[in-house]
């Protein structure tokens, strides 16, 4: 026969399970209709292909217009394996202007970040969830036509090399990158990830607003249950990224993975292959839509290693690629 006091600690053990249930429905609930309703919401759709979900628009930016030369031959690749996508350039200054028309209520957080570094990573999000397209970092070179693949998701997110993935930041799923995204407007994804800015905004630049804070979000998002439409696929690594940093700090990093004693297969495979090629780079299989360059402009190798190109500036408005006046669009 139960005492009084076992049925009242029986109760209270009840009681808790029933709470974290309904935490637990409460808490992935609100996304689901989330999902549903940013799916049936009406955004603008006159840039978005026949065929496809992915708005023809190529974004890319930089602090003004005047980018170093080293980018203008990874720029024109854009522009000659996609004549007819519409090709917009972000400034600092068109960028807080998209944030302060369409996101007034992140402007705050917006401009407090510690670096322009923060903002350019915060903007892509809110340029992706507002217009949708395609965003590349200017280092990201294109090979051919990225058509094929934005013509077959709703959403992607590129993912880096395996030797970064598997051997720098043991992620044997991959590693999300913030370099190249790919995403019809109004996507919850993106929803999520703005909503979500403020918890990480005095964190370092990489898990506050880069591609740790972002592997983070997808964990989160892909674990409440949003496809179809609202799914977010994860490309390979060789879609997007081929190329591991060939930085001599990276490459050490890279050694060091290697010299250590390991029975996982993935490790040895890599391993492997990077001494094979002596820890170089060699040219992306054909399969590869775009090839990352791993320039790193916020260090001090970006000027060592490219010289005067790196110092030399030019107005991006005269390369005569058809650039579309973001001003136009907000």
Same mark, same amino acid.
């Given at each position: 026969?139960?005492?009084?006091?076992?049925?009242?600690?029986? &109760?209270?053990?009840?009681?808790?399970?029933?709470?974290?249930?309904?935490?637990?429905? #409460?808490?992935? *609930?609100?996304?689901?209709?989330?999902?549903?309703?940013?799916?049936?919401?009406?955004? /603008?759709?006159?840039?978005?292909?026949?065929?496809?979900?992915?708005?023809?628009?190529?974004?890319? $930016? #930089?602090?003004?217009? /005047?980018?170093?030369?080293?980018?203008?031959? +990874?720029?024109?690749?854009?522009?000659?394996?996609?004549? $007819? #996508?519409?090709? +917009?350039?972000?400034?600092?200054?068109?960028?807080?202007?998209? *944030?302060?028309?369409?996101?007034?209520?992140?402007?705050? =957080?917006?401009? /407090?970040?510690?670096?322009?570094?923060?903002?350019?990573?915060?903007?892509?999000?809110?340029?992706?969830?507002?217009?949708?397209?395609?965003?590349?970092?200017?280092?990201?070179?294109?090979? $051919?036509?990225?058509?094929?693949?934005?013509?077959? !998701? !709703?959403?992607?997110?590129?993912?880096?090399? @395996?030797?970064?993935?598997?051997?720098?930041?043991?992620?044997?799923?991959?590693?999300?990158?913030?370099?190249?995204?790919?995403?019809?407007?109004?996507?919850?994804?993106?929803?999520?990830?703005? @909503?979500?800015?403020?918890?990480?905004?005095?964190?370092?630049?990489?898990?506050?607003?880069?591609?740790?804070?972002?592997?983070?979000?997808?964990?989160?998002?892909?674990?409440?249950?949003?496809?179809?439409?609202? &799914? *977010?696929?994860?490309?390979?690594?060789?879609?997007?990224?081929?190329?591991?940093?060939?930085?001599?700090?990276?490459?050490?990093?890279?050694?060091?993975?290697?010299?250590?004693?390991?029975? @996982?297969?993935?490790?040895?495979?890599?391993?492997?292959?990077?001494?094979?090629?002596?820890?170089?780079?060699?040219?992306?299989?054909?399969?590869?839509?775009?090839?990352? $360059? #791993? *320039?790193?402009?916020?260090?001090?190798?970006?000027?060592?290693?490219?010289?005067?190109?790196?110092?030399?500036?030019?107005?991006?408005?005269?390369?005569?690629? /058809?650039?579309?006046?973001?001003?136009?669009? =907000?």
């Amino acid at each position: 026969m139960r005492t009084p006091r076992k049925g009242y600690v029986c &109760f209270l053990v009840g009681l808790f399970v029933v709470f974290l249930i309904s935490a637990t429905y #409460w808490t992935f *609930v609100p996304l689901r209709r989330t999902c549903e309703a940013e799916s049936q919401s009406k955004s /603008n759709r006159s840039h978005i292909p026949r065929g496809s979900t992915i708005s023809y628009i190529i974004h890319q $930016k #930089w602090d003004d217009y /005047n980018i170093p030369t080293v980018f203008i031959q +990874w720029v024109k690749s854009w522009r000659r394996h996609h004549p $007819k #996508w519409q090709y +917009w350039f972000w400034t600092n200054d068109s960028g807080r202007r998209l *944030v302060a028309k369409r996101y007034p209520q992140y402007l705050d =957080m917006y401009d /407090n970040y510690p670096s322009n570094i923060h903002r350019s990573d915060a903007l892509r999000y809110f340029v992706m969830h507002e217009f949708g397209g395609v965003y590349a970092d200017l280092d990201i070179e294109s090979l $051919k036509p990225i058509d094929p693949i934005t013509a077959r !998701h !709703h959403c992607l997110l590129s993912l880096e090399t @395996e030797a970064h993935g598997i051997l720098l930041y043991s992620t044997p799923n991959g590693q999300v990158s913030n370099a190249l995204l790919a995403c019809r407007p109004k996507h919850p994804f993106y929803k999520f990830v703005i @909503e979500n800015l403020h918890r990480t905004a005095k964190t370092d630049v990489f898990s506050s607003t880069g591609p740790f804070m972002l592997q983070k979000r997808y964990d989160q998002y892909s674990a409440m249950g949003c496809y179809g439409r609202d &799914f *977010v696929q994860l490309a390979k690594p060789d879609d997007f990224m081929p190329s591991f940093d060939d930085q001599p700090v990276a490459i050490e990093r890279l050694k060091l993975a290697c010299q250590k004693i390991t029975i @996982e297969k993935d490790r040895k495979r890599i391993c492997k292959r990077l001494r094979q090629q002596n820890y170089q780079n060699i040219f992306p299989p054909p399969t590869s839509y775009t090839d990352h $360059k #791993w *320039v790193h402009t916020y260090t001090n190798q970006f000027r060592q290693k490219y010289g005067k190109s790196a110092e030399k500036l030019v107005d991006i408005r005269n390369l005569q690629i /058809n650039i579309t006046d973001v001003k136009l669009q =907000m």
